[in-house]
């Protein structure tokens, strides 16, 4: 299958390497009933999602990479998941958000082992800076260094969990650092981690492509080959979307093979 992404290049949006699967073969075009298990996670699909999410973005607190360099998807970001699943999710969130934060605390965990665990799907998690919560900026550096040392994950988990400790303190570098430490980061690598430019470039680039992506609110989730999901959607309604799009895609690739065999 081809292997299909985003690339960015003086501000034009290019889709052209990460995700797994296309519009066509993705199933966005397959119209048989048998492939629809839930008329709501059709609808849910092609026309995005309705739950409440974070307001719109604020005054941008972080600028742009310098004009013309490319930014490419496939650099960044966590990634949950094999390579090979073959449906590929990119969720763009900020760790200020109260709705980020219900989905990862009640609702990813369980996503997690019973779609990405399971090789179904590649999750990429994709943190950048909304402009409403100034102190998202230290906290998602400090994910971005926790990343450096393999730690990402539960550093992503604590920030949710503990968003009270920092999201609002006169100290936010100080209130990430003790988290960080607490999830098992070696201090001195991770302060200078904080110290240089390669995390912040990273945290820019997230945030460039959040923009030209035309994210507004958070969580954003992009299923590849149908309009973007908006907000702390259930984890029922995400089933129930998880499953029409691996049953869209497995009647996509058979289709594709019983071609192949003509």
């Known amino acids: 299958m081809q292997r299909l992404g985003l690339h960015t290049r003086g501000g034009a949006v290019l889709l052209a390497a990460v995700i797994g699967v296309s519009a066509c073969d ?99 998690h994709i943190p950048f800076i909304i402009g409403n919560w100034p102190n998202s900026i230290p906290a998602t550096l400090a994910a971005e260094c926790a990343m450096e040392q393999d730690r990402f994950a539960p550093m992503s988990e604590i920030l949710f969990v503990e968003q009270s400790a920092w999201k609002d303190v006169s100290d936010p570098e100080a209130a990430v650092r003790e988290l960080a430490l607490r999830v098992g980061v070696e201090p001195t690598a991770f302060d200078t981690c904080m110290d240089n430019d390669a995390a912040f470039k990273r945290l820019q680039n997230h945030t460039q492509l959040a923009r030209e992506v035309g994210v507004r609110s958070t969580p954003t989730f992009f299923v590849v080959g149908y309009t973007p999901i908006q907000g702390a959607l259930p984890l029922e309604v995400w089933r129930q979307v998880m499953d029409t799009v691996l049953v869209a895609d497995a009647a996509a690739r058979a289709a594709a093979e019983a071609e192949a065999g003509n």
Request: glycine share 12%.
């Open 26 to 124: 993705g199933g966005a075009e397959v119209s048989s009933s048998e492939t629809r298990l839930s008329t709501a996670a059709g609808q849910m699909l092609q026309a995005g999602g309705a739950q409440s999410s974070s307001p719109a973005a604020g005054t941008p607190l972080i600028e742009a990479p310098p004009e013309g360099e490319p930014i490419d998807i496939a650099t960044l970001g966590f990634d949950y998941g094999p390579d090979a699943a073959p449906i590929r999710i990119l969720e763009f969130s900020d760790f200020g958000c109260g709705y980020c934060r219900k989905f990862h605390m009640e609702t990813f965990d369980s996503l997690r082992a019973e779609y990405v665990e399971t090789g179904d799907v590649l999750w990429k």
